[in-house]
T-cell receptor, first 115, second 112 residues
């Protein structure tokens, strides 16, 4: 149990376009989902925390208007990178947990390349 | 300053040999410490989890230790296999808000 999926696994887009990444908890209801970004040879950096039905909480330095997060159901959260630029190219990983204090389960990640 | 420091940054070992990875942390208050394995281009997968009162935890060929007094942990890989090539990340959970603090990882390469 506790499987988290992401779609797509990789995406290449042109600069200025928007890209949506989906994160799904397949066999449990996730009250909270997290979005991370990971640059090469670096660790995961938390971007934002989203609770189902409420606005996401963004970490300092993360532009909320650029990285739109929607957590419309207990099994789905989406991250939209708006007006993507080459510096947004990164590995985006989501995680999900059942409730406060429970383990986070990570998705397989989405590789975004902006040309 | 990162609250979780890992060493070495990378290491190369021969197949069949053992190795030990280190993790020092300053996170407080402490809830638990996990070691994750992250294959290239994949998300992290949990190997072990230890709470304050646990000193050692094994998962197959992986054995983690924790010294909560000195705030140090280690991950020992026994009889390494080629499939062990990955990044190993130490993650400490804060007790108050449950926030995860990530180490930068140790990149392990197992060669034939």
């Amino acid at each position: 149990g506790a499987v988290v999926s992401q779609h797509p696994s990789w995406v290449i887009c042109k600069s200025g376009t928007s890209v949506k990444i989906e994160c799904r908890s397949l066999d449990f209801q996730a009250t909270t989902m997290f979005w991370y970004r990971q640059f090469p040879k670096q660790s995961l950096m938390l971007m934002a925390t989203s609770n189902e039905g409420s606005k996401a909480t963004y970490e300092q330095g993360v532009e909320k208007d650029k990285f739109l997060i929607n957590h419309a159901s207990l099994t789905l959260s989406t991250l939209t990178v708006t007006s993507a630029h080459p510096e947004d190219s990164s590995f985006y990983i989501c995680s999900a947990r059942r409730g406060f204090g429970n383990e986070q389960f990570f998705g397989p990640g989405t590789r975004l390349t902006v040309l | 300053k990162n609250q979780v420091e890992q060493s070495p940054q990378s290491l190369i070992i021969l197949e069949g040999k053992n190795c030990t990875l280190q993790c020092n942390y300053t996170v407080s208050p402490f809830s638990n410490l996990r070691w994750y394995k992250q294959d290239t281009g994949r998300g992290p997968v949990s190997l072990t989890i230890m709470t304050f009162s646990e000193n050692t935890k094994s998962n197959g060929r992986y054995t983690a230790t924790l010294d909560a007094d000195t705030k140090q942990s280690s991950l020992h890989i026994t009889a390494s296999q080629l499939s062990d090539s990955a990044s190993y990340i130490c993650v400490v959970k804060e007790d108050s808000w449950g926030k995860l603090q990530f180490g930068a990882g140790t990149q392990v390469v197992v060669t034939p």
